[in-house]
């Protein structure tokens, strides 16, 4: 009788039929909505038809699950089913557009009632946030700025969201390069800038941070985070025609980054 709510799938994310679309989130680059689904729960939708593609929802999962890893406070993800059928019922062209480009497997967010952007006042709660910093490093994010935090305050604990921008490299897969160039090793000597970051700050507690994180990553841990990534957004590209070989491309990309470490930024010394 709990087969109808929040199924999980074969790869671990439950999986929800969208009910109704509720509202935009104009704030967002993205064009994501609050949508309701049929387990009773709301979620912020981000749509595979928004125009960046199902990369961008991958990044999302593989990110936000390492974060979860690594003790961080991140919003649970699903996976959204959507029957564009409901874009009927919407009056906004825009928004129809966008339902009627998104059939089927969508990403879900849950949704923070109450929540509010943070704006560096009242200081990050529980959550360390030199391991966002960290976080934000290794998978080379570019998306935590003061202009764009990305950072939600919920129940006094800091929330890390929107990892889209993130994992960048598979952008040139589709245009060959895995096949090409390989890869993972460059992706693992290239260096990340913290000049922007929200968070930068905190660079000086970068060591400990480092140092607890390497003891909860892996191999066998990125293998169960792709894992979690469904095959419908695993497109093949040259190089990796199935999911199994995109899976084991994402593996080998984290895997080398984790073992090199001039990503990671160095704490400016103060005079
Ligand atoms: N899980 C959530 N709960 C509450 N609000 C959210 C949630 N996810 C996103 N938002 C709000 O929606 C905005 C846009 O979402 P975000 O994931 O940042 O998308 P985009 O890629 O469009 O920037 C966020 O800045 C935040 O204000
Ligand atoms: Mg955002």
Redesign the pocket.
């Known amino acids: 009788m709990t087969a109808d709510f929040g199924e999980l799938g074969a790869d671990g994310l439950a999986r929800v039929r969208v009910t109704r679309y509720v509202t935009p ?1 104009r ?6 909505g609050i949508v309701e689904a049929d387990d009773l729960g709301t979620y ?1 939708c ?1 749509f595979r038809g928004a125009g960046q593609g199902v990369r961008v929802l991958v990044a999302e999962v593989i990110v936000g699950e390492l974060a979860r890893r690594i003790g961080l406070h991140t ?1 649970r993800l699903v996976v959204l089913d959507l029957d564009p059928e409901i874009a009927r019922y919407e009056a906004d062209e825009e928004v129809q557009d966008l339902l009627n480009a998104s059939p089927g497997l969508n990403l879900g ?5 109450g ?1 509010f ?1 943070y704006d560096g006042d009242p200081g990050p709660g529980s959550a360390d946030p030199a391991k966002v910093l960290w976080l934000d490093a290794f998978t080379a994010n570019v998306d935590r700025s003061w202009r ?1 935090p ?1 950072l ?1 305050l919920w129940h006094g604990d800091l929330w890390v ?2 990892h ?1 921008a993130s994992l960048y490299f598979h952008h040139a897969w589709q245009g060959g390069s895995l096949a090409k160039e390989g890869g993972p090793e460059r992706f693992a000597q290239q260096p990340w800038n913290s000049d922007d970051h929200v968070l930068r700050q905190y660079a000086d507690q970068l060591p400990a941070a480092d140092a607890e994180i390497r003891r909860q990553l892996d191999e066998s841990v990125f293998a169960e985070v792709l894992a979690t990534v469904p095959d419908e957004w695993l497109e093949p590209v040259p190089g990796a025609e199935t999911p199994a070989a995109l899976r084991s491309a994402y593996v080998s990309f984290l895997t080398a980054r984790l073992r090199a470490s001039q990503w990671l930024p160095v704490a400016e010394v103060s005079a």
């Open positions: 989130l704030e967002g680059g993205s064009l994501p912020v981000k919003p967010i849950d949704f923070l009632p929540s952007g764009n990305n939600l969201i929107d889209g």
